[in-house]
């Protein structure tokens, strides 16, 4: 039986990471501290003898006396809201939290997978981005601390490839969504489905004319599966290729929740990124990978799980 650590596994996507590497046959320990996790992501699992939960800050040591075949580092705040409000925490994570979940897969002989994002790209000047593009990032303003710590999360995980042979793994993982996403984590995804249920203003930020690519959280997890398999150490996109103005996007919600809400432009936010959207083709070619789930079924899927009063 393979084990596996998946940091940030009380979180959105570690917590299906923990459902799926467990129906897959995986011995599964989920590690997060809760900042911006929910216990009540795994809450399911807590009987499972191959599932266990450590409660822990990947930016202190980290000690496991089993024995690992793959580390997985998805703890990090990732929603700009989240992020900004905790930046020290945010850059500790990426930095320290990388080091030492590093040093602990080197330690196990374990393989390495980093969670890293589109934010490496910044508000990038190529549309699409494929993995070779270096990105525009403002290393000193308000996202900084989430882009820059994923970037130098990025270096230290090949430096210690090069270095010292450690199999590595780099997802740069593009807007996700799906349930178990926190109601209120202030992401597009949640915001408008919340405003559009309560029938409330739709908070467009800017003009609503810059895009994003959305990817249900089932096509992301099985991407992320296909690469722990692979021999791939260098950077590949997940993502979903179809991209959407936020605009569009405000109204595809609205018709789907059947919602009466209008929609309210407000300020676009300092460094919003103006375009978004994955090259896939490398994780087309070396994963056999692409989305399978169309927008609006995910969509349809996500509005049910908010309704239940998540
Ligand atoms: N956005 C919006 N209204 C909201 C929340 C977000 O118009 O209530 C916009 C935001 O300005 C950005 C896009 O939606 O252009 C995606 O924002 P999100 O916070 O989900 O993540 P990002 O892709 O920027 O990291």
Not at 32 to 57: E, K, M, P, S
Not at 106 to 112: D, G, H, I
Not at 120 to 135: A, I, K, R
Request: charged share 25%; glycine share 8%; net charge positive.
């Amino acid at each position: 039986m393979k084990s596996v650590l998946i940091t940030g596994g009380a979180g959105f996507i570690g917590s299906h990471l923990c459902e799926f590497l467990l129906e897959k046959g995986f011995k599964v320990i989920a590690m997060d501290n809760v900042v911006t996790g929910d216990i009540r992501n795994i809450g399911h699992l807590r009987g499972n003898a191959n599932f266990q939960y450590i409660n822990h800050d990947v930016s202190r040591h980290i000690s496991i006396n089993d024995d690992l075949d793959f580390v997985l580092h998805f703890a990090s705040p990732a929603s700009p809201i989240d992020y900004q409000k905790i930046p020290i925490q945010t850059l500790k994570a990426g930095s320290l939290g990388t080091h030492n979940t590093i040093g602990l897969a080197l330690a196990k002989k374990a393989k390495y997978l980093l969670a890293s994002t589109s934010e490496v790209y910044g508000d990038p000047l190529v549309n699409p981005q494929p993995e070779t593009y270096w990105g525009n990032v403002n290393p000193t303003g308000i996202r900084a601390c989430y882009d820059e710590s994923k970037r130098f999360s990025e270096a230290l995980t090949m430096a210690y490839h090069r270095i010292h042979g450690l199999d590595t793994k780099i997802v740069r993982i593009f807007n996700t969504f799906g349930p178990k996403m926190r109601k209120e984590d202030g992401r597009v995804v949640p915001n408008f489905i919340n405003q559009a249920l309560k029938n409330a203003p739709i908070t467009v930020y800017g003009s609503g004319n810059q895009t994003r690519s959305f990817c249900y959280v089932s096509d992301l997890i099985e991407g992320i599966y296909r690469l722990m398999a692979s021999p791939l150490n260098e950077p590949v996109n997940i993502g979903n290729p179809e991209e959407h103005t936020i605009l569009e996007f405000a109204e595809l919600i609205k018709k789907l929740a059947k919602s009466k809400s209008k929609i309210a432009f407000k300020p676009l936010p300092q460094d919003d990124p103006h375009v978004r959207c994955p090259d896939i083709t490398k994780a087309k070619k070396e994963l056999k990978w692409q989305p399978k789930v169309e927008l609006r079924e995910g969509l349809m899927k996500t509005i049910k799980w908010f309704m239940k009063g998540n």
